[in-house]
């Protein structure tokens, strides 16, 4: 009994050696068939491309052609085509492929008789054309030939080039007409009788186009192309399908062997040997019986589960199982595999020790003859790597990559389904905006590593104070989010805000540096706030600028004055769309005195809004409204015109006024038709471009440089002056004051408050008045009310100067009123 075990044992690694054989030698035959097959794919297409150059030769009539060219590929085509007969087409594909062949070469004899035909034809065409010509020019030049027989041989011959031309002509109209000529020369009769000929080759070159037309060489090549894919294709599906019984055969014989393991001592090592053939794969492999008891693992899978093959065999595989997943998933998985024969897809399994790991699984059913399930085929491929990349990917999509919170998105969606979440269970949330005090002092003066460290040990303070189910996010540079969930009143987000607030107090010990910094903190809540996603990040938001108002280190609720004034300033800039067609917005004038003899040279012009609703609303609010809204083009054009409107009325008043100096926001440069209308209302008014000072601020010059140099340079060229105001005041720049088209520097008057008794002042007021001449610019003070500054600034070379020491801003009569009763200039 044992014998025969040992012979049966013998016998099925013979045939397992055996189908190793026929399958290494079944791949090698499937490699020549695929090498056969792009060689006869490569003759095909070259016949395509020599059948192709035969078409283009053949279209080439009446010219002198190349004839060894073409001999070169019916030679190539020849030896192509011979090529192909001679490969084993029969064996490789089939006998259908070779008679398509044989069809090739018949339809090729065929057109080579027409390549022949053409040859001589064209030839032939070509001497009658020549001679054609020649006697066409000697008829003409011969004397005693009558000219209305020249003229018919000129009609007769510009009609020889049409149809060179293929332009379709009556040939029985020509021969009529060529029938006509009077013989009187012998020239005459010549090109009569080659006329005709050509007319004959013509015809001719027709009948072989059209019998070239109908040889379809280039369709039937192609159709043997196809045909040779088709085979191709339907014996490479026929390989796949038996490369999967080579498998399942090879799969069979390993089961035999399996089973005999069980039933003789003897035969462990031959099955041993067999079992190595998965031992050195990368997968994990495991076979069961049809009760899913586990007969075989391999090492892979003892590396992958901590499980040893001894520990897994008789166990079920669901020792795995990491119970990640429901019941029904593993019910649905064994229906499938029921179904179908087969299931797989990525799934976390659990080790010995209980840890969890991804693998990518396969479970297949094996049946025996009467389809009976017998086994069960499983692999594990570890996917870990995989996953922790995609992981890595996602965190980095979904995390801020310095301090590893939540970013904006990731923060937007987990807010969203908290949303749903509370709504669904009618609780109640916080919104905490968190903004750090004084974190761009740290970053701009210690630099940006020490910022990025400050940022990574409050994200790390924050975490500390709040519970694991709350969501804390980094939005911004220092801008942080917190969500509470479940909160039961607006006394537990304050309660957190005080923690966080004393979290943050502490001193940070950084790179040898001790930093304190402070939180300023708004709060919105969900749904007394509102149940908007957007609306409650912008309370937030505004909550924590009314907290930084308060005096920072503090936080603050949003509540309703917050809402009405975010709803008044909506209600302003819906009223101010409105104020030009209501009439509600006008000039002010504030005179500019020459320091050295008093005497107003100029006003500057400013906008003034008074509105039933609002009152008299101040410039500084409602032109930021204007420059946010994009309103501020269109009260800019009001401004211009206006002011070119009153200095047009005081000119023709008498009074001599310089020019009017007017606001440009810096939106106004990126109208693309400020120039052009500029011009258009200074012309409406009769004035020039010289009579408008532009002032516009630091801050334009240093945003887009490029473009707004060009802009500021074409201002320049067309007569305007170019003022900067508020110099002085954080933007400036040196570069800058060479490189733009400045006439004028307007000290702010900020630094003309406190002279002359503020040393600093006056040491800045005298370098930016020294600066300004030594650059050839004039200079204007702005802000002067005493009359300790006028005297100053003129001691110390200022040339002009505004304020309410000499006059407030005026509306247009009163303006008119004071330059008519000034006395100043008279003291």
Not at 385 to 399: G, R, W
Request: glycine share 4%; aromatic share 12%.
């Amino acid at each position: 009994m044992l014998l025969k075990k040992l012979d049966f044992t013998y016998t099925i690694l013979t045939i397992l050696f055996s189908i190793s054989i026929v399958i290494i030698f079944y791949f090698y035959k499937m490699n020549q068939k695929i090498t056969t097959y792009e060689n006869y794919a490569l003759q095909l297409e070259k016949l395509k491309v020599l059948d192709k150059e035969f078409d283009n030769f053949l279209l080439q009539k009446y010219t002198y052609n190349n004839y060894d060219s073409i001999a070169s590929f019916i030679q190539e085509f020849d030896d192509t085509l011979n090529k192909l007969k001679t490969l084993n087409m029969h064996s490789d594909f089939s006998t259908e492929f070779e008679t398509t062949v044989e069809d090739i070469t018949q339809l090729y004899q065929k057109k080579s008789l027409q390549i022949e035909d053409y040859k001589a034809i064209n030839s032939a065409s070509i001497n009658s054309l020549s001679y054609l010509f020649d006697l066409k020019s000697n008829i003409v030049k011969t004397k005693n030939i009558r000219a209305e027989n020249k003229k018919v041989i000129e009609n007769l011959t510009f009609e020889v080039m049409q149809l060179c031309l293929d332009v379709p002509l009556n040939n029985r109209a020509l021969n009529l007409r060529i029938n006509a000529l009077q013989s009187e020369h012998k020239y005459i009769e010549f090109y009569v009788l080659h006329f005709k000929k050509f007319l004959t080759y013509n015809q001719e070159f027709h009948d072989n186009k059209q019998l070239l037309n109908n040889i379809k060489l280039y369709a039937l090549i192609s159709s043997a192309k196809n045909k040779l894919d088709t085979i191709y294709h339907t014996q490479m599906r026929e390989n796949q399908y038996i490369t999967i019984l080579f498998f399942i055969g090879s799969l069979l014989m390993l089961l035999i062997l399996i089973y005999t393991h069980y039933h003789s001592r003897k035969s462990s090592q031959i099955l041993h040997l067999y079992a190595s053939v998965f031992k050195d794969t990368q997968e994990g492999i495991l076979i069961t019986d049809a009760e899913s008891s586990i007969l075989f693992a391999n090492r892979s899978l003892e590396i992958l589960t901590g499980y040893t093959t001894k520990q897994m065999i008789g166990e079920r595989p669901n020792i795995f199982q990491s119970h990640s997943y429901s019941p029904h998933y593993y019910a649905q998985m064994w229906e499938e595999i029921k179904k179908t024969g087969k299931w797989q897809g990525r799934i976390k399994n659990k080790k010995q020790d209980g840890t969890l790991y991804p693998v990518w699984l396969t479970i297949s059913s094996i049946t025996n003859d009467e389809n009976q399930i017998v086994n069960y085929f499983a692999t594990q491929t570890d996917i870990r790597e995989i996953v922790q990349s995609q992981e890595k990917i996602e965190h980095i999509a979904y995390h801020d990559s310095l301090t590893g919170l939540d970013n904006r998105i990731s923060f937007e969606e987990k807010f969203k389904q908290s949303l749903k979440i509370s709504h669904r269970n009618q609780q109640k949330m916080a919104l905490l905006f968190i903004d750090l005090d004084r974190f761009k002092d740290i970053n701009d003066t210690l630099g940006h590593h020490i910022g990025d460290k400050l940022l990574l040990e409050v994200a790390q303070r924050l975490t500390a104070v709040l519970r694991e189910t709350d969501l804390l996010a980094r939005i911004g540079g220092d801008e942080f989010v917190i969500v509470l969930e479940d909160i039961a009143h607006k006394s537990n987000a304050a309660q957190i805000s005080e923690k966080i607030i004393v979290a943050l107090k502490e001193p940070f010990h950084i790179d040898q540096h001790e930093l304190s910094t402070s939180a300023s903190i708004g709060i919105s809540f969900y749904p007394d706030d509102t149940d908007d996603f957007d609306d409650l990040l912008k309370f937030a938001d505004s909550a924590m600028y009314k907290a930084k108002e308060s005096g920072k280190d503090t936080f603050a609720f949003y509540d309703a004055k917050l809402y009405e004034k975010i709803t008044h300033n909506l209600r302003l800039e819906h009223a101010l769309k409105n104020a030009l067609e209501n009439n509600e917005l006008y000039l002010n004038f504030q005179p500019q005195y020459a320091l050295k003899d008093r005497a107003i040279i100029s006003a500057e012009a400013l906008v003034r809004w008074n509105t039933q609703e609002f009152g008299m609303v101040p410039p500084d609010v409602f032109i930021p409204l204007a420059e946010n809204s994009g309103l501020i083009i269109e009260i800019g054009y009001f401004v211009f015109e206006a002011s070119c409107q009153f200095l047009s009325k005081l000119r023709a008043q008498g009074h001599s006024i310089k020019y009017i100096a007017i606001n440009l926001s810096s939106n106004q440069f990126k109208d693309t038709k400020l120039l052009k209308t500029f011009a258009s209302i200074l012309a409406r008014y009769d004035l020039q471009a010289s009579d408008i000072e532009i002032e516009i601020t630091e801050r334009y010059i240093m945003q887009d440089n490029d473009k707004n140099l060009l802009i500021l340079q074409e201002l320049q060229n067309q007569g305007y002056s170019i003022s900067i105001d508020d110099f002085g005041t954080g933007y400036s720049s040196m570069s800058y004051l060479k490189t733009f088209p400045i006439d004028m520097i307007k000290i702010d008057k900020s630094f003309i408050d406190n002279l002359p008794t503020d040393l600093n002042d006056v040491a800045i007021t005298k370098a930016i008045l020294a600066l300004s001449k030594s650059l050839g610019y004039d200079n204007v003070a702005e802000g002067i009310e005493t009359i300790e500054q006028e005297q100053f600034l003129a001691q110390q070379g200022c040339k002009y100067g505004q304020g309410y020491h000499f006059s407030k801003p005026l509306n247009e009569n009163d303006f008119i009123n004071f330059i008519d009763n000034d006395t100043r200039k008279l003291i």
